[in-house]
């Protein structure tokens, strides 16, 4: 059975600062790995999807993830974390089926 | 690129009224689609899918239902709610490779 792991419900960092947000994950088979960002009261938006290739995946709004597959994780990065990033953050793995499977979601904060 | 519509945006109901939420796709032929629920602004609970019309599969049982009546449309719906039925419902759907979400439909039931 799939499963994702955010290990912390909580991110605080101080504007500029880089920003990573964890992410473990277990699937059978190859994984197809997410993530989402969700600002209050609205949907999810995707940020960034790993499938194949590159181990390092580049998305919108700057950020980008880190697939190890020896690891099996896939943390969100930011080099310089803006207030704006401030939203809850969800990672999303996909495996041989059609449905995803959301981990608990970690709440980044970002300090002015 | 697919876009997902959900309505009401908001709904404030009474416990043992009925419920009908709605949500259409635009951009996509014959995509699955899903309702989700998330409790107190965390985790996504997955409701129901669909891979086509009038095929639904129930992932949580519970008092809710989901119908699937055209290609690009798919109703969450309830007889009666109860209080623990409040939270914020998610439709979303499959474009090659990624999930795409509506605006949410945040439902209070008192």
């Known amino acids: 059975a799939q499963s994702v792991a955010q290990p912390e419900d909580q991110v605080n960092v101080a504007e500029g600062n880089p920003l990573t947000v964890k992410c473990t994950y277990s699937?059978?088979?190859?994984?197809?790995l997410f993530w989402y960002v969700q600002y209050p009261n609205r949907g999810l938006q995707f940020l960034l999807k790993?499938?194949?290739?590159?181990?390092l995946v580049k998305g919108s709004y700057g950020f980008e993830a880190e697939f190890n597959k020896s690891q099996t994780s896939f943390h969100l990065k930011k080099p310089s974390a803006l207030v704006s990033d401030s939203a809850l953050y969800f990672c999303a793995v996909r495996g041989p089926g059609q449905n995803f499977v959301f981990g608990p979601g970690t709440r980044l904060s970002v300090l002015p | 690129s697919q876009t997902i519509h959900q309505w009401p945006a908001t709904l404030v109901q009474p416990v043992g009224s009925p419920l009908s939420l709605e949500c259409t796709v635009e951009?996509?032929?014959?995509?699955?689609l899903y309702w989700y629920r998330q409790a107190a602004g965390r985790g996504l609970q997955l409701l129901f899918y669909s891979v086509g019309i009038g095929q639904i599969s129930s992932e949580v049982p519970q008092n809710l239902s989901a119908s699937r009546p055209q290609d690009r449309q798919f109703i969450l719906s309830s007889k009666k709610l109860l209080l623990s039925d409040s939270g914020f419902y998610l439709c979303a759907g499959m474009a090659p490779n990624v999930l795409t979400f509506g605006a949410g439909s945040r439902l209070t039931v008192l």
């Open positions: 699937v059978s088979g190859n994984p197809y």
């Open positions: 951009g996509t032929s014959n995509p699955n």
């Open positions: 790993y499938i194949t290739g590159d181990n």
